[in-house]
């Protein structure tokens, strides 16, 4: 099997580099990582992709590859950090995926910059849809952090390790490579989105599905389930059995799902 090329390197963006890599060829699809990952963790999504779309992976400010830098003092610094590495590559348009805090990233430049993307999907993230269930979930957030509740403990559900230990042990040893990204605290996120003024999205233009694990324990499907529900056009994707990173968890389900959604 011959090896597939990989053309890689740093984009200045905004006081830092953002190291990317890109595989394959045909319409571009652009991977955002988590808040516990970096570009690697996309390894069963990039395998699969590839051979029908161009995928282009990045390490987000402070992770990875991608120095902090001078952290800029804006309310979405990821979705303009994705900007300006689309920029910078001359990708006029493109499908995006983002998982949980790359949701921040991909969301941001669909809802300021439609006609850049083709196909959006939240993959266990609603972020950027100020709805009333992120207020109230990022209320109880809140008091689940008080009460000493450890998001990093709940990446993925109890049946991940027992279903795929080999698996399980490859992320979270992946997750212990990641520094954790000095900036705004998870307690400052969550009261900004719980008071944040609610959004309308019953004419949002680009095509959006959500994706949620049925044993999420950190973004709940009720959560993703009305989040879908006022967005315009959206469908939802439940992957049964998987927690709050169904594309590790379940990648079979996860990949045919995107892949169809992006070929439609």
Known sequence: MTQMAVDSGAAPVDGTELYYEITGDGPWMVLAHGGEG???????QVARFRNDLRCLVYDARGFGQSPAGRFPARPNVYADDLLGLLDHLGVERANLVGHSMGGLAVSGVAQQHPGRVRRLVMSDSPFNFATAALSEWSAQMLTRLANGFDVMAHLYSARFAERAPDLAYVYQALNRLNPRLEGPTGVEVYEAWRDQPL?????FEVPTLFIVGTDDELTLPPLMKATSGAVHGSTLLEIDGAGHSGYAERAEVFNEAVLDFCRD
């Open 38 to 44: 970096t570009r690697i963790h996309w390894w069963q």
């Open 199 to 203: 959004g309308d999205y019953r004419d």
